[in-house]
């Protein structure tokens, strides 16, 4: 199993980018998808989920209205779209794959927001 992350890197404080993450060695379509970040000093915290299908979503309040997730079965590829960036969204970003008891993950892609 392989998750590749990309499309971090620097922005200015209300702009915008868009994370995408590639799986390869798994059913794609079996997985609930998620983006979690770890910003230094801090603990890893969950930012958006997606279902299998992507019919849910659900996310951490400090990103709502700002931040959507979504899946492109077909590609195997998992998207985080982020609105009007802060400098507190600098984190590393990662991305994880769920089924059952099985859990995988990106090697991240850092998202930095600054002026």
């Known amino acids: 199993v392989q998750l590749v992350e990309s499309g971090g890197g620097l922005v200015q404080p209300g702009g915008s980018l868009r994370l995408s993450c590639a799986a390869s060695?798994?059913?794609?379509?079996?997985?609930?998808m998620s983006w979690y970040r770890q910003a230094p000093g801090k603990e890893r915290e969950l930012v958006a989920d997606?279902?299998?299908?992507?019919?849910?979503?659900s996310y951490a309040d400090s990103v709502k209205g700002r931040f959507t997730i979504s899946r492109d079965n077909p590609k195997n590829t998992v998207y985080l779209q982020m609105y009007s960036l802060k400098p507190e969204d600098t984190a590393m970003y990662y991305c994880s794959a769920r089924s059952g008891l099985f859990n995988a993950w990106g090697q991240g892609t850092q998202v930095t927001v600054s002026s």
């Open positions: 997606i279902s299998s299908a992507g019919g849910s979503t």
């Open positions: 060695g798994l059913a794609f379509r079996n997985y609930a």
